[in-house]
């Protein structure tokens, strides 16, 4: 059942490429009928929402048998009815009404799951795997105020404003560094406890409590180029110190298993987290705040190295190691690989305008690269492969 379920995360992660795939190509040929930023808010969205939320709520689901409760597979169903809803009203009116009820609908479906989640598992506390569970969903429930704020910032007039841009990031912040890093944490700590290795879980929690820790400090990261004042950059600092620690302390749990056939994309996600983390300590200092709001592409290329690099690369190892992957992975692991570093150089040096590199043969190079990652998440979902051990 596991596998079956496991391709509509799949399946919205295609079409969220695709999106992103057709805006590769409208910065070649334009197209009169594509409004840009409607189209750019259902790639986002269906790309947290609809590949990364859903996997990790039918991973949680799965990993604790939660699935043979009805209750679960309504709410489940519910949500991919509002991501269609999202799909088609977020190209055609972008935030208007109906995308801004769904949204709304799709988090507070999210808030019941997380009450019934808490609930059914109270008496499981001391599994690593279910506490990274429990937080990242807590960290949901955190940066899921941020759009709220967003409506009421925009509904009075003041879409514009710092104050609309500090939710934004809020909301991003929260997701990404929180309810998208602590669910991946927990599908890893689950591979262990799956496999039977031997580890200290009160060890494996103490390194999530340092990264809960700095979630809060960092999100002053996100707001420094508004130049709050020098205070600020240090708290944000401080926070990615202390981030830093606790990737370096899991970066020790790694050595406790060798995977079977995903540890070259372990490896790649660990150093994008490596990355990003160096990053965020870099942008405290006030100059690389302000080239960082100056120049788009350099905050394109921050968000895809988090969420291709770091968790999507994590979420697809996970399913390799599970055997529920295709048994064309070796070749679709090959084309993303390719198709991901390819457009991180080509999205920098868009960003810092190398004299050699026309802006014409960075769209080729993107486009091409966009084609690759749509490839290779197409091959995931044709027919599966004898299931791995574990």
Known sequence: MLEKLLKIPFVFLLIAGGIGLLLRWYMLAPMSWLTYPNWLHAHSHIMFLGWIGNFLMLAYISNQSLWQKKRYRILFYAIQCSLAGMLISFPLQGYGIISILLSAL???AWWLFTVWYFIDLKKLAGSASIWYSKISLVLFVIASLGPFVLG?????GVGHSNWYYFALYYYLHFQYNGFF???????FFHLLESKGVDFNSIQAKRIGKFLLV?????????????KPGIAYNIIGFSGGMIQLVALLRFISFTKLTKFSTSTILWNVSILCFMLKTILQLLSAAPQIAQLALEVRPFVIGYLHLVVIGTVSFSIIAWCIEKGIT????????????????????????????????SSLFIQVVLFLSSLMLIIGIGLFLLPGKKKLPG
């Open 326 to 357: 295709g048994k064309y992975y070796s070749q679709a692991v090959l084309l993303l690989l390719v198709g991901f570093i390819s457009s991180e150089i080509a999205i920098i040096a868009s960003g810092i305008a190398l004299p050699i590199a």
């Open 106 to 108: 799709h988090t507070v």
């Open 214 to 226: 700095s979630i809060f400090p960092m999100y002053f990261l996100s707001i420094v180029s508004a």
């Open 152 to 156: 009421t910032l925009t509904s009075n």
């Open 181 to 187: 890093i602590f669910g991946i944490m927990h599908l």
